[in-house]
């Protein structure tokens, strides 16, 4: 066993340099033919390499950098099958896969790839676009040096476990690769940033390229029919993402402000961003009727045991969506605010209250919105 290691010691960097030979006839960095939109499929589900954490994301902001660099748009998806971006790119269906290096090492001499990236990833192109492969090649050698690359890796480098940073006591500079458009965007729904960070890491444990069972997509895990109402096409977009879902939250506000005690406007925001706004209204709907106080949290939690424990509650004529499921939703705003807490520890500071819903988030509180989370058919 101890001589098969050895020898695969040696003969990986052996395959590496066979591998992006020919890349390497390209010493400066020269545009390919003009291209309006780069096709490119990450294939790194499940990739997990020790030095990079959240690949996808590390991938996805170069690719977008080296296509502004040939003044092209990077049109980039996302796949679980290695063998899929290699037929694509045989079929000329996309141009440029992200692949684990060691995707390659069965593979036929009809790619070609860059030279291995410090996530033991590979960019790889069809033989046919050569021209494609030295810019790439070149671009990267070029672009390794630059202090933009630096701080890419540096954000997507450490690990960002909130438990287990919290628990050493450490405070840290950043919470997440993407702590700049988190801060921008909690600023304008009135949130600590630190929660947003809390809501994202529940969602998605910051992976551009999680998806849930329903289809939910994203950072903030948004049913693509739902993003497209705020203004989201491209689901793995960080930056788009993340504005969907806090103007979502923001409608959530406009919608919950008039019903849940200040303190606990938070709480009833994320328990309709985890089960659909019209089941929490369902259950303040049947607390109004019933005379049951509501508008604190503990309030509302007894809202949801009496339904639990009410017979026929289903056929309430007051409950269009049949109410919340109770366990799991209580739970999921208890782990934000778990999170949340975490958070304070790893980056302390004033906690931002929230700030009253906007005039325009009040005015649309009858809007018909999306069911976001909803499940298919209404539990108890």
Not at 156 to 174: D, I, Q, V
Not at 176 to 199: E, H, N, T, V
Request: aromatic content about 10%; some cysteine.
């Amino acid at each position: 066993m101890g001589k098969k290691k050895r020898a695969f010691q040696y003969i990986v960097p052996v395959l590496v340099i066979l591998c992006a030979l020919p890349f390497l006839t390209q010493e400066n960095f020269q545009k390919p033919e003009r291209r309006e939109n780069i096709r490119c499929l990450i294939c790194l589900r499940g990739h997990h390499p020790a030095n990079i954490n959240l690949s996808t994301g590390f991938n996805y902001e170069l690719l977008n950098d080296y296509a502004e660099s040939i003044a092209s748009v990077a049109e980039i998806q996302v796949s679980e099958f290695e063998s899929e971006a290699l037929t694509m790119l045989s079929e000329d269906s996309i141009d440029v896969a992200i692949l684990p290096f060691s995707a390659l090492l069965s593979t036929s001499n009809q790619y070609l790839c860059s030279e291995m990236m410090e996530d033991s990833t590979v960019w790889v192109v069809h033989k046919g676009n050569r021209d494609l492969a030295e810019s790439i090649t070149a671009w990267h050698n070029m672009f390794h040096g630059k202090d933009e690359y630096n701080k890419i890796k540096e954000r997507f480098s450490p690990a960002y476990e909130p438990y287990k940073r919290a628990y050493t006591g450490r405070e840290y500079k950043t919470i997440s690769p993407y702590d700049s458009l988190i801060r921008k965007y909690a600023d304008q729904i009135g949130w600590d940033w630190r929660m947003l960070a809390a809501l994202i890491w529940q969602e998605s444990r910051f992976r551009i390229d999680a998806r849930s069972g329903r289809g939910a997509e994203g950072l903030l895990q948004m049913l693509p029919s739902t993003a497209m109402r705020f203004h989201n096409d491209d689901m793995l977009n960080p930056e788009k993402n993340i504005s969907a879902g806090t103007e979502y939250i923001g409608k959530l506000k406009g919608i919950f402000t008039r019903f849940a005690a200040p303190q606990d406007l938070t709480k009833f925001v994320l328990a309709a961003y985890s089960a659909g706004e019209g089941r929490v209204l369902d259950c303040i709907r049947f607390a109004r009727a019933n005379d049951i106080p509501y508008s604190t949290w503990e309030d509302f939690e007894n809202v949801i045991e009496t339904l639990r424990n009410k017979e026929g509650v289903q056929q309430d004529t007051l409950l269009q969506y049949g109410g919340l499921r109770g366990y799991e939703t209580v739970n999921y705003v208890a782990n934000v605010y778990s999170l949340y807490d975490a958070f304070m520890i790893i980056s302390p500071g004033p906690s931002l209250q929230d700030q009253p819903a906007t005039r325009k988030e009040t005015e649309s509180e009858e809007e018909a919105l999306s069911q976001d989370k909803q499940p298919d058919q209404p539990q108890v």
